[in-house]
Structures are given as C-alpha cells and as structure tokens.
C-alpha cells in the first residue's frame, strides 16, 4: 500500500507541476484583465452579437468573465444586472459549453489536441444553442429570481492590490488543483494496481464503443464526466502515456468533453439562479453524445476506407 501511495503521489505532484505551469499565469494575466480596460473593450465590441441569440447588451459582461475566468464570475457577474429567466437560461447554457476557455483549452492542449480545435467547437456550441433557444422557446419573459449567491468581493484599489489580488487567485487555484489531483492520481494507482480500472472499462465498453472510441478511453471520459476537464486532464495525459490511448480516441474523448464535463457541479451551481436545470443538463448530454456519435462514426468509416485502399495497393503491387 505504501508503495502505491509513492507512485500515486508522485505522478500527482508531476502533473500539478505540468498543468500548474499553465494555470497560474493565464489565472493572474485574467484577474488582472478584469480591472483594465481591456474587458470592458471586448464587451462593447461584442453588444451587437448579443441580440443575435435574444440577449441584451449586458449579457456580454458574465459571457466574457465567465469565458476568461470560471462559472462562478460568470454567475456573480449574472447576479449583478436584471435578467428575464431566459436570458439567464441562455447564459447559463453558453458559459456550461464555454467557460474558463483559456486554462480549460491550454490544458487540452497538453494531452495533444489543438487549442483552437478545442475552443472553436466550444464557443461554436455556445452560439449555436444560445440561437436554438432563442428561436424555439417564446417564454421566460418573467424576472429572474437569484436565490442563494456568491459574496460579491470588494474591488481592490491600486495596482499593488490588482497584481496581488491576481497571485492570490493563481495561488488558489493551484492549491485548488493539488487538493484534487494528488488524492485522485493515489486513488487511479490503486485501481490499476488492483486490476479495477480493467474491470471498469469493461462496463463502460458498449458507451464508448457506441461514441466511436476503444474502451481504454473509458477512464478518461468518466473523470473528465465527473471532475471537470481541467483536472480530468491529469488523468488523459496518464492515459496517453501508459493506456496507449490513440490519437483519435482522444479527439473524441475530447470533443465528448469540451461538451459535458463536470455534469454535477456545473449544473447544480446554476440553482440559485432560479432556472430550470433538467433541460440544461439535457441539453449538455444529448449534444455531447449526438456530435462525438456522428465524429467518431464519419472517422472510422474514413479510416476504414483508408484502410481497404491501401490494401487493395499492396494487393496490385504482388
């Protein structure tokens, strides 16, 4: 047992090291951002997009923090302005798509998948449900009701106070990832070790192998479901290295994800904003398995093809 927590805990600190290295400074460069005038520019330029998905100009303020930043800027920003219930429920559907897109992509980016791959198909789902509910749903048109909500904190004053505020975030939030990441890479370690991890994916083997990908992306789709994809990533880049995860399994895993990830708590965080959950968790789940279906089933069929071409060469050349 001594030795598994050794391996478990070391590959816990190395990967906090590798994904702290991105999230500490895109966390202060952003903190920072959001007492300049750079966000407030980016919002003005983006008002005139707003009414495109039934938004006011407003909406572009939680939009923006909740992209740059993490969910909950993004629903403290939510509570500051008056929302009908469907302007809020479309906010919440977009920032659930695309939230902390900077740290959220940089990490995808380290288990070997592009960062515009993975933010184009996250702000592209956003927009393309925030004008699917436009157009489809005519109620809503009551004003939002905020239940329970985050301490709104006082601004600091002065840039000593900005840059310091920013390291505190940072700092935090590597913290933050080491409180999750060591205990889950101890706990991954003893599941290989005792042969679960085996027996997990064969119960996971027909929803994999439904969305197009090999069941040893199994793990990878559960934590990243479940944890999130930042601190899923930890165990995506374990996969890669010693599952033998292949390059096309973790695009789909990936595009799986970007669309679902971290289900429970995202969810459940958009409560005190008085929307109705089950459809936005729906609405996460039915397009999360639809696109990594449709992916996965035109990619095999490609590779397929591929396949029987370059044997029927080799054929003709004997």
């Known amino acids: 047992m001594k030795g598994i927590l050794l391996r478990g805990g070391r590959k816990g600190l190395d990967l906090t090291w590798s994904l702290g290295k991105v999230i500490f400074p895109v966390t202060l460069i952003v903190t920072i951002l959001q007492f300049t005038p750079v966000l407030s520019w980016v919002m003005d330029q983006l008002e005139p997009l707003m009414q495109w998905i039934g938004l006011s100009g407003e909406a572009a ?7 740059f930043l993490n969910l909950y800027a993004g629903i403290a920003a939510i509570i500051s302005f008056d929302f009908t219930v469907k302007e809020v429920f479309i906010m919440a559907v977009m920032m659930s798509f695309s939230h902390n897109l900077l740290i959220e992509s940089t990490v995808a980016k380290r288990v070997g998948v592009s960062w515009w791959f993975v933010a184009g198909i996250r702000i592209g789902l956003a927009f393309l449900s925030a004008i699917f509910i436009n157009l489809i749903w005519n109620g809503g048109s009551s004003a939002a009701k905020y239940g329970l909500t985050p301490e709104k904190a006082a601004d600091p004053e002065g840039w000593n106070e900005i840059i310091w505020q920013g390291l505190e975030t940072a700092f935090m939030g590597i913290l933050q990832l080491a409180f999750i990441v060591i205990p889950l890479m101890v706990f991954m370690q003893y599941l290989r070790e005792k042969g679960w991890l085996d027996r997990f994916s064969e119960w996971v083997a027909p929803a994999t192998r439904f969305l197009g990908m090999e069941r040893n992306t199994s793990m990878t789709l559960a934590a990243g479901l479940t944890i999130g994809l930042a601190y899923g990533a930890g165990l995506m880049i374990q996969a890669v290295e010693e599952d033998g995860v292949s390059k096309k399994d973790m695009y789909l895993a990936l595009i799986f994800l970007v669309s679902c990830h971290a289900v429970v708590e995202d969810t459940l965080i958009f409560i005190p904003l008085g ?14 398995i639809l696109l990594t279906a449709s992916v996965g089933f035109i990619w095999n069929k490609l590779q397929q093809e591929r396949k029987e071409t370059s044997n029927e060469h080799t054929h003709h050349s004997i």
């Open 61 to 67: 303020v939680p939009l923006v923090l909740g992209n």
């Open 275 to 288: 929307i109705p959950i089950w459809p936005l968790l729906a609405i996460r789940l039915v397009t999360a």
